[in-house]
């Protein structure tokens, strides 16, 4: 099988050859570019030109296609062929590097030893009214949006080889932006006590997530196999908000945008990354209308258990990560990381439904040895 066809095999609950792979190719699904330098060092590929970072704010590098195929990874993404996410208005004290991206939101990374660049200041942090959120600059999705450099990405993955093609919408999740807008202390405080303000600030994001995704697909909506969505949802010990608000605030936006993008791709697979223990909101989520669920962060409470959410949702929705960037990854044994990884494909993967993948992205701390055992692993237990 080619990885396009191994990888849509999965997404349509069939099994292929093997359990498809992710490694580097998205936001969510990436790796830092401290773990990547000590990986290609490994590798003997060390004398490879390093491309600009594929996100600044996160740290993640930018695989290289030799890497990619290396490691037998089977997804690509537009990201892989483009620029990476850019900082946009870069400065500096004796302390820190700053930016402030298109959302108005500004970030900060320590220059000693520094691994992320952290939200420091919120531009609606003080909005009280609607007409104070109405005011706002809010950014123009299609101004810096090019349309010839993204059909021209998803030509050269084409040309690269038969690989399935993922491109992503516009901004952070819905949820994520009114709590960065504001701050979180605000965000969380008007979901109880200034819900007109938080639906407010909701319909400005869907309103441009859908004016972006439209143009976009417009153009290279027949390339697109799976369309990048996500909102962290979830903390460690359960959902981040109750059930009956994400009913009220995010499932029926989450609808209007999911809609409008199979209405433009139709064949299109909805991707949806939410961290954390999400399990008692994925029949809701799952209604929406998503198709892949990420990362499945088994750390997180009721989420361990992947057997019984393959039975549980496994119909519903293809699972995508699960191999535990909290404790396996960084601080197990390449052995941990390969029984990790063998139980994961035991428990997800009969009948198709299964990406293997980190559970988020490979962190600055993670060994290389632990990478490696993870391919290995896959070779070894990921056929079928």
């Known amino acids: 099988m080619t990885s396009r066809e191994r990888v849509l095999s999965a997404l349509h609950h069939s099994e292929p050859d093997r359990v498809p792979f992710d490694l580097g190719t998205t936001f969510v699904t990436g790796i830092h570019r401290i773990a990547y330098d000590t990986l290609l060092e490994a590798m003997g590929m060390d004398d490879l030109e390093r491309h600009p970072l594929l996100d600044p704010f996160q740290q993640l590098a930018m695989p290289h296609e030799e890497v990619l195929r290396e490691l037998g990874v089977d997804t690509r993404s537009t990201y892989l062929r483009m620029p990476g996410r850019t900082l946009t208005d870069v400065e500096e004290d004796e302390q820190y590097f700053y930016d402030t991206c298109e959302w108005g939101i500004r970030r900060r990374m320590p220059k000693d030893g520094g691994l992320y660049y952290d939200m420091c200041e919120h531009p609606l942090r003080g909005a009280e009214t ?170 997180a409470a009721k989420m361990g258990d992947t057997a019984r959410l393959g039975r549980e949702f496994g119909d519903d929705v293809t699972f995508w990560g699960a191999i535990d960037t909290q404790h396996v990854m960084p601080s197990g044994s390449p052995q941990d990381v390969k029984d990790e990884v063998r139980r994961r494909i035991d428990d997800l993967a009969p009948g198709g439904g299964y990406v293997l993948n980190t559970s988020h992205n490979i962190q600055a701390d993670v060994p290389t040895e632990n990478i490696l055992a993870m391919v290995e692993a896959l070779d070894e237990y990921g056929w079928y």
């Open 130 to 299: 609607v007409a104070d959120v109405d005011a706002y600059s809010w950014p123009d999705p299609l101004a810096e949006l090019d349309l010839d450099a993204i059909e021209d990405a998803c030509l050269q993955i084409k040309r690269s080889g038969d690989y399935p093609i993922i491109v992503g919408g516009f901004g952070s999740g819905m949820l994520e932006l009114v709590l960065w807008l504001q701050g979180y202390n605000q965000g969380y405080m008007n979901l109880l006590t200034n819900r007109p303000v938080t639906e407010a600030i909701l319909d400005h994001i869907v309103e441009l997530k859908i004016t972006y995704a439209e143009a976009v697909l417009e153009r290279v909506g027949p390339y697109v196999d799976i369309f990048y969505n996500g909102d962290d949802l979830g903390m460690q010990d359960g959902p981040i908000v109750r059930r009956e608000w994400f009913q009220e605030l995010l499932a029926p936006r989450y609808v209007q945008y999911h809609e409008a993008v199979k209405k433009a791709a139709p064949h299109a697979k909805m991707f949806f990354h939410t961290c954390g223990s999400v399990y008692d909101l994925l029949p809701d989520l799952i209604e929406t209308g998503i198709d892949i669920l990420n990362p499945v962060q088994v750390s």
